[in-house]
């Protein structure tokens, strides 16, 4: 079997990372096969695997959940076409050429879920939204800004992990 993520941002394809034969761990963390360091994306998020001819995924126990057609699963076969959100950042399925052609603008790219928030007994209120806009707006800070879409699918034998 011949599996592909597709990823979509903005209704418009940004690349494509095909997937190795067994296991493919999806994560923020070094030595994932495919990674996203960003805070939304746990550090071993999911995982893919092609098990008897058939591609599943399973969550990882992440902060934010795994979404396969905008439910949340815990595992689940996927077939092609299916629409993965991990961590805020949306993939196609391909499985064996399918689906050969994608409406990338049909997709609709949810927002990133916030990020985790780790509290102490000693500070458990949540931060005010009002400060937190104040900082970025003084780092000139972009939120639409990602260098998500300059992810290199690079699946070699270098033994470093793709970095998205």
Request: net charge negative; with cysteine.
């Amino acid at each position: 079997m011949q599996a592909a993520l597709v990823f979509v941002k903005d209704g418009k394809i940004e690349s494509e990372a095909a997937l190795k034969p067994g296991r493919t761990v999806v994560g923020r963390e070094e030595g994932c096969q495919i990674r996203i360091p960003v805070a939304s994306v746990s550090r071993k998020h999911c995982e893919l695997s092609d098990e008897s001819g058939l591609l599943k995924i399973r969550d990882l126990d992440s902060s934010n959940g795994t979404f396969v057609n905008n439910k949340k699963v815990g595992e689940a076969e996927l077939a092609p076409g299916d629409v993965l959100n991990i961590g805020g950042y949306t993939f196609v399925v391909k499985i064996n050429g399918q689906p050969a052609e994608i409406d990338a603008s049909a997709i609709k790219t949810p927002a990133p879920p916030p990020t985790p928030q780790k509290s102490t007994k000693a500070d458990a209120s949540p931060a005010k939204k009002e400060d937190a806009g104040s900082v970025l707006d003084d780092m000139d800070f972009d939120p639409d800004d990602s260098s998500i879409s300059d992810f290199d699918f690079d699946f070699g034998d270098d033994d470093e992990a793709p970095k998205l």
